[in-house]
């Protein structure tokens, strides 16, 4: 619980932390996929890497005409309780109870610059369709009542809001559906068409219709078509339909595979694509791949650091080129190489490839970084260990559960830091990178929230979510890393997440730490739950 002397350390650091603007016509940009990764970390951790540009939350996989109680359902993984919404008396599948996702798109729009899409279908299950124009009409209507700005009158009417106030910033499709035999209409006729029908109908009505509704951002529809062309979902739609991106699957397809392209193919299916004809002339193409071994259903679709950069040089000349799209957050924060996940290094590939500069991409002799922060090299460098005793004052509470009741205490902690001293330019952030010791069950989660906004002015809502990447039953650490002001003092504590979403706060008193400023810019934490 924080203290009310938090006030006195209170530091800003939004303006240094949010990306620079998003330019849906770069060629550098790098689209992630997250909701559906395994022990997956909140939302908030995707968009907390610099790399990321664009994040599809997936997936809507359950359309009106499909789903019980006429409503679309979702399944965002751990990340919603199994509660959802009813509608005419009749339990839906769209989920009601899902936490952290409403205030983490806020966050990742607001404080990182991120754009965030949520996607429609997915791989699993496939019996998801449009029955005709007018469901396709409607099912636009809904998506951007509970998903888009909200309204008086939609939610007056008693209609969902899964996510709260957050307003995403447009739709994905990424279309998979696959039925045997075909669905029927009303009238007991089968739709051959199925995994095509309507799509073209409600995506002209969001961007030609509901889109203007709000002038106050730009909207965008992107989708996910399959490598082989034509795609039986989405290539027709492509030229009957605004699409500002394509993030084309590379994986699970091997004529057409990124392990394809590798061989130097003459017909490579991402050539093609990019001079494939679209109502939108300029939309961009990603190239889709997946974001480690795992991640696809096949191994050998996934290429290397080296493999990537070869190919992205070869292709990211053409106008088309929109840059990178990955398939998956989680698989990729699992997938480090030379102390970077896969997502950073792809953003390093496409920024080095189109500005026409080298880079060292052999993660079996791992390049030497250097910081961004200083231009002037350093001529030595020494390190030392330096120990200090800090007396604070601290507000501890009397009840663990409601936090409602303060006493003023003094403590003195000693702390241990590691800095390296040398002639250089110290960074005004430091990379604080907090390593806590928790034992959890599956489903639970741990952050960090403390006085400074980069931890999330003790708003458990914003709180930093810590990664369970190198969690072992011997080691049970939590790791998570936050940009904070250099010489600034900052008051925190680490909260742990229920699978039910309940909160539980450490021991008191609160954990003082005074951000160091050195050549490297980082420094890490270590502690022990409380």
């Known amino acids: ?66 789903s019980p109680g006429a409503w679309p359902g979702t399944n965002f993984g751990n990340q919603c309780g199994d509660q959802t919404y009813t509608h005419n008396g009749v339990s839906t599948l769209l989920k009601s109870n899902c936490p952290t996702i409403g205030s983490d798109i806020i966050t990742c729009q607001q404080t990182y610059g991120k754009k965030v899409l949520l996607s429609l279908g997915g791989g699993y299950p496939t019996n998801y369709y449009i029955a005709n124009d007018t469901s396709a009409n409607n099912f636009a209507d809904f998506v951007w009542g509970a998903f888009g700005p909200k309204t008086v009158a939609w939610t007056n009417a008693g209609n969902p809001r899964p996510f709260g106030d957050a307003v995403v910033d447009g739709f994905d499709f990424d279309i998979e559906s696959q039925m045997s035999p075909a669905p029927n209409d009303v009238n007991g006729n089968a739709i051959t068409d199925y995994q095509s029908r309507g799509y073209a109908t409600m995506i002209t009505r969001l961007k030609n219709t509901l889109f203007g509704q709000d002038t106050s951002k730009s909207y965008y ?49 991402l050539l093609h694509w990019t001079q494939t004809p679209s109502k939108n002339s300029a939309v961009r193409i990603y190239f889709g791949i997946p974001a480690s071994v795992n991640a696809s259903q096949t ?164 709180a930093v979510p810590l990664s369970a990447a190198g969690y072992t039953s011997s080691n049970p650490q939590w790791s998570g890393s936050v940009k904070l002001p250099a010489g600034a003092s ?17 021991s008191d008193p609160n954990r003082l730490y005074t951000v160091p400023g050195n050549c490297a810019g980082t420094a890490v934490v270590g502690s022990t739950w409380r």
């Open 490 to 506: 900052v008051q925190y504590k680490f909260i742990k997440m229920g699978t039910d979403g309940s909160i539980t706060w450490e």
């Open 299 to 462: 191994a050998s679709d996934y290429i290397t650091q080296s493999e990537a950069f070869a190919i992205v040089q070869r292709f990211s000349k053409f106008d088309k080129w929109g840059g990178i799209s990955l398939w998956e957050s989680q698989y990729s924060q699992n997938n480090v190489a030379c102390g970077q996940d896969y997502t950073t290094w792809m953003k390093k590939i496409v920024n080095a490839a189109v500005g026409g500069t080298s880079l060292n991409t052999d993660t079996n002799n791992c390049p030497v970084t250097s910081t961004t922060s200083s231009t002037a090299q350093p001529t030595t460098t020494k390190s030392s260990t330096a120990t200090s005793s800090t007396t604070t004052s601290f507000i501890t509470t009397t009840s663990s559960s409601s936090r409602s009741s303060s006493t003023l205490v003094t403590t003195t902690r000693t702390s241990s830091t590691t800095t390296s001293s040398t002639a250089c330019a110290t960074p005004t952030l430091t990379t604080v990178t907090f390593n806590e010791q928790k034992s959890t069950v599956y489903g639970e989660s741990v952050y960090v929230v403390g006085d400074n906004a980069a931890l999330g002015s003790w708003n458990t809502a914003n």
């Open 1 to 66: 619980m924080p203290s009310v002397l938090s006030a006195t350390f209170a530091t800003t650091a939004l303006a240094a932390l949010a990306s620079a603007a998003f330019n849906p016509l770069s060629k550098t940009n790098v689209a992630v996929y997250w909701g559906q990764g395994p022990y997956q970390n909140r939302l908030l951790t995707t968009c907390q890497n610099p790399s990321v540009d664009i994040v599809n939350v997936a997936f809507v996989n359950a359309f009106p005409d499909n």
């Open 221 to 269: 529809i992107s989708g996910a078509p399959q490598c082989p062309q034509p795609d039986v979902h989405l290539s027709s739609v492509i030229g009957q339909a605004w699409f500002d991106f394509l993030f084309v699957q590379f994986y699970n397809n091997p004529s057409c595979s990124a392990r394809a392209a590798v061989t130097f193919n003459a017909n490579d299916s």
